[in-house]
């Protein structure tokens, strides 16, 4: 049973650098959703696909973000400009178009700004 | 912004007690569901509970949910070194689309062998 999964797992950049992450979902899964998590904190919504398109995006999602799902599997999340506060955690989870069915998470990509 | 709180924010006991954690919410929702962080790793699924469900039991886990309160409880019982972690709570709003997640804060348990 393949799960969601990350890469990298973890990424060190420069400032000002861009950065782009890859999450590959659960292969039947057609809902893919990104999250953000800062230490000691709980996961923060940042956008969400429904096969290749893109239905949700935060606030917390600046423009200096973007994500897409070109064929409805996997999805890219670029940060351009990176600044300190982007350090996180960035968690990917995938579902099934089910509200009774949970979403299924990735081991995430720790990003460290310098 | 975080959905709502847990409580508490950090729980220490022995390996063969018992570790209850609450979690209170704000919104009206669709499910309440439970999940488990390692340090560094993803979150592990562990329940989910609807709306119209009061109690859910899976293995040494038992959850509980009051609608009427918006709250809701975690129990792990007679629990092992390997339950150490960080537990969440996390709603889906009532008629939202895309069931995109809100978190509580989270409780971190360690659990001394």
């Known amino acids: 049973d393949t799960g969601v999964s990350q890469d990298p797992r973890h990424k060190i950049t420069k400032r000002g650098q861009n950065v782009t992450f890859r999450c590959d979902p659960i292969?039947?899964?057609?809902?893919l959703y990104w999250y953000r998590q800062t230490l000691g904190q709980g996961p923060e919504f940042l956008t969400y696909?429904?096969?290749?398109?893109?239905?949700?995006k935060s606030r917390l999602l600046s423009d200096r973000f973007s994500a897409e799902r070109p064929k409805g599997s996997f999805s890219t999340l670029e940060i351009q400009r990176t600044e300190q506060g982007d350090s996180a955690m960035y968690l990917c989870?995938?579902?099934?178009?089910?509200?009774?069915?949970?979403?299924?998470f990735g081991d995430g990509t720790r990003l460290s700004i310098l | 912004s975080q959905q709502g709180e847990e409580d508490p924010q950090a729980l220490s006991i022995q390996e063969g007690e018992n570790a209850t954690m609450n979690c209170s919410y704000k919104t009206s929702i669709n499910n309440l569901q439970w999940y488990r962080q390692n340090s560094g790793r993803g979150l592990v699924h562990l329940i989910l509970?609807?709306?119209?469900?009061r109690e859910k039991h899976s293995g040494r886990l038992r959850v509980t949910l009051d609608t009427s309160k918006k709250s809701s409880s975690l129990l792990i019982t007679a629990s092992r070194a390997a339950d150490t972690a960080s537990y969440f709570c996390?709603?889906?709003?009532?008629?939202?689309?895309?069931?995109?997640?809100?978190f509580g804060g989270g409780t971190r348990v360690l659990v001394k062998p």
């Open positions: 509970i609807r709306s119209n469900e």
């Open positions: 996390a709603t889906d709003a009532y008629k939202a689309a895309g069931n995109k997640l809100t």
């Open positions: 989870a995938s579902s099934l178009e089910d509200t009774r069915q949970p979403q299924h």
């Open positions: 696909f429904q096969n290749e398109a893109q239905l949700e």
């Open positions: 292969s039947e899964h057609n809902r």
